[in-house]
């Protein structure tokens, strides 16, 4: 029990809170709980007990056998040698058999150097609800067949609930069959949905709706890339307006790589989706538009809006490509490179510019200036005299471009 225990501690639980539940109940177990159950159909216990001294006697590995109503392989007990025996009865909880899931994957007892190359593994990903089973099961075999962990991390997800918060489940009827879903949308919409729709380790509620809904983004997604695919990539300085929204890509990538460290797709799938649809679309795209297109703007201007669109569109596609891997690659070979996106490196972190905090600014005058011509009547594409704010000065190229300001 006490080397279970420090291995339930060593674990990188993922999320934390999960590391209690197996904690309490190595603590909590007082009997062989994997046989403690009785089924009729599990594996069988590999066992005669010889009737004299009751010593438990097991068969040579390799085969598989049924104690309970076959003669053991062997003729006399290895303790006191006599020759008559009883099999055990009883069988495995169903767990058990998945517990070697780790040693199978390794090749253990197959082929030793790739499992000293392969064991112990990083990573168990499960549910809540078999903590007491597999996640015990195969720490308690594998420890006792290895004497180490199994893996190192433990990713702990919550259970998929109906729209009543029910657990789902074929006996209760209200089970969702996600193949036609799939089928229908694809795989990319069903991805995004289980990685943004609640956090690592929660309950989570499902429903056609809710998966379906994020086809807008993808779409949203797409059309931004199809605006981006209107300019060559090339390199060039950053305009102020271009600065800024680097700063807030930086920020984008570096909670994204935090969320992908700690297994939380979570993180990224929210914080580039709300980049993408509350930022980098309705502002930035729409502050440097004239400019892209060469509207009153020199080239080198011009240019910066291109490399800094390209830039934001390439790191954006590459942290949303484990979640959503066929769309970015799609969009990933028809704009930067005929080799999978997938073989690319994560983007850096660069905090070149501190201009994100002006972001509430940007975004309250825009809307301000928005408001006012519906106020009026007018047309986005209309002039309108509206005060450029001190504070955003630096981008009142782009301002005035954009909302065609009047001096």
Not at 159 to 168: A, N, T
Not at 304 to 314: E, R, Y
Not at 382 to 387: P, V
Request: aromatic share 12%; with cysteine.
């Amino acid at each position: 029990k006490n080397e279970l225990l420090d291995i339930a501690r060593s674990l990188k639980f993922h999320p934390e809170e999960h590391r209690r539940r197996l904690i309490d109940w190595i603590e909590a177990i007082s009997i062989d709980w994997p046989i403690s159950r009785r089924r009729y159909n599990a594996t069988e216990v590999p066992v005669w007990y010889c009737m004299s001294c009751n010593e438990a006697n097991l068969p040579e590995p390799g085969k598989y056998v049924r104690p309970w109503k076959e003669k053991p392989p062997f003729n006399n007990c290895k303790k006191c040698g006599e020759n008559d025996f009883v099999g055990d009865e009883r069988t495995f909880d169903t767990w058990m058999d998945s517990s070697i899931s780790p040693l199978f994957i390794t090749k253990y007892n197959r082929d030793q150097e790739f499992f000293e190359k392969t064991y112990p593994t990083s990573l168990r990903p499960q549910s809540k609800d078999i903590i007491r089973t597999w996640l015990y099961y195969t720490i308690l075999r594998c420890n006792q067949l290895t004497k180490k962990s199994p893996f190192t991390h433990a990713w702990i997800m919550g259970y998929g609930v109906d729209e009543r918060g029910e657990k789902m489940s074929k006996s209760k009827g209200n089970a969702i069959d996600p193949i036609p879903i799939l089928e229908k949308n694809g795989a990319d919409m069903f991805r995004l949905w289980a990685a943004s729709e609640v956090n690592l380790g929660s309950d989570f509620r499902v429903s056609e709706v809710k998966i379906t809904g994020v086809g807008k983004f993808l779409s949203k997604l797409w059309n931004t890339a199809r605006f981006v695919s209107n300019f060559p990539v090339v390199e060039e300085e950053p305009l102020e307006t271009d600065k800024w929204i680097l700063d807030e890509l930086s920020k984008v990538i570096k909670e994204s790589l935090e969320g992908y460290q700690d297994y939380n797709f979570f993180i990224p799938a929210n914080r580039v989706r709300e980049f993408i649809w509350n930022i980098f679309a309705p502002h930035y795209i729409e502050l440097v538009k004239q400019r892209a297109y060469g509207i009153e703007f020199d080239e080198k201007s011009t240019r910066a809006a291109w490399s800094t669109l390209h830039i934001c569109m390439k790191n954006l596609l590459l942290l949303l490509a484990p979640i959503t891997p066929f769309i970015t690659d799609k969009i990933w070979r028809e704009l930067y490179s005929q080799e999978s996106i997938h073989k690319q490196i994560f983007p850096e972190v660069k905090d070149d510019y501190q201009l994100s905090t002006i972001t509430a600014n940007i975004i309250e005058f825009n809307s301000l200036v928005w408001n006012k011509k519906k106020e009026q009547g007018l047309s986005l594409k209309n002039g309108i005299s509206i005060e450029i704010p001190k504070n955003l000065e630096l981008f009142e190229s782009d301002l005035r471009a954009m909302h065609k300001l009047q001096r």
